[in-house]
C-alpha cells in the first residue's frame, strides 16, 4: 500500500471547524482513502473513505484533490468527544495499514 | 458498540504459555482482520480471513496463527509467549474483504508477565 503523511498533532477548539490534511503523492488509480479515528481506550472507528470525488456521512466530509495526492478530512464543527488519533490510510487491497495518524486535540 | 465482540478483555499469563484471543464478528460480515496495537509499534496488521479462507498477511509472527471457523468466528493462537508480545489485539470485521467500513472490537489487552 502506499504511504501517507499527516502531521502528529493539531489542536482544535471546541465548536471551531476542523481540516485534517493527510498527503499521499504515491497513491495509485486503485487506492481508496480511508479514514479512521481511534478515541482513547477504543478500537479504532471508521470515519469515511472515497475514491476520487468529495464524500459526505453524519461523521464528516472528505475532500478529495483532483489529482488525488493529498486528502483532507473535515470535521465541521469539534466536540470535545471529537479528540482521538486520526488515521488517513490508502488500501487498494484487502488490508488496511495504519501509519502514526495525527493526535487531534480540541480545548474547550 | 461496533457489534464486534472479542474476549476475553483482559489477559495475564506468563512468558512460554500459549493464549487463543476470539473474535466474533458482526452479523453477516466475512471478514476478520487481526491487528496489534503495542506502545512502539502502533497498530500493525497481523491476517485477514474472509469466509473461512486467509486473505492477506502481515508481519504476523511464526509463533501465532489464526484461523476463522465455519460459523465465521475467528481466534488468533499465540504461543512461547515472549515479554515484547504484550499489547492490545484487535479484532476487525467487514462485509467484504476489501474497500469497505471495518469494525473494531474493544479489544483484548495481553500481559507478559
Known amino acids: 500500500d502506499a504511504k501517507t503523511t499527516q502531521p502528529n498533532s493539531m489542536e482544535s477548539n471546541e465548536e471551531e471547524p476542523v481540516h485534517l490534511p493527510c498527503n499521499h503523492s504515491?497513491?495509485?488509480?486503485?487506492?481508496?482513502i480511508h479514514w479512521y479515528r481511534q478515541l482513547p481506550s477504543q478500537g479504532p472507528e471508521y470515519v469515511i473513505h472515497?475514491?476520487?470525488s468529495n464524500v459526505n456521512n453524519r461523521m464528516a466530509s472528505l475532500a478529495i484533490a483532483e489529482d488525488r495526492k493529498s486528502s483532507t478530512l473535515i470535521l465541521h464543527r469539534a466536540t470535545l468527544r471529537d479528540a482521538a488519533v486520526y488515521y488517513c490510510?490508502?488500501?487498494?487491497?484487502?488490508?488496511?495499514?495504519f501509519g502514526g495518524g495525527t493526535r487531534l486535540m480540541v480545548k474547550p | 458498540d461496533s457489534g464486534v465482540t472479542q474476549t476475553p478483555k483482559h489477559l495475564i499469563t506468563a512468558t512460554g504459555q500459549r493464549v487463543t484471543l476470539r473474535c466474533s464478528p458482526r452479523?453477516?460480515?466475512?471478514?476478520v482482520y487481526w491487528y496489534q496495537q503495542s506502545l512502539d509499534q502502533g497498530l500493525q496488521f497481523l491476517i485477514q480471513?474472509?469466509?473461512?479462507?486467509?486473505?492477506a498477511k502481515g508481519n504476523i509472527l511464526e509463533r501465532f496463527s489464526a484461523q476463522q471457523f465455519p460459523d465465521l468466528h475467528s481466534e488468533l493462537n499465540l504461543s512461547s509467549l515472549e515479554l515484547g508480545d504484550s499489547a492490545l489485539y484487535f479484532c476487525?470485521?467487514?462485509?467484504?474483504?476489501?474497500?469497505?467500513?471495518?469494525?473494531f472490537g474493544q479489544g483484548t489487552r495481553l500481559t507478559v508477565v
Open positions: 476487525a470485521s467487514s462485509v467484504y474483504s476489501r474497500n469497505t467500513e471495518a469494525f
Open positions: 504515491t497513491i495509485s488509480g486503485t487506492d481508496y
Open positions: 480471513y474472509y469466509n473461512g479462507e486467509e486473505r
Open positions: 472515497g475514491l476520487t
Open positions: 490510510i490508502l488500501s487498494g487491497g484487502d488490508m488496511l495499514t
Open positions: 452479523s453477516g460480515d466475512l471478514s
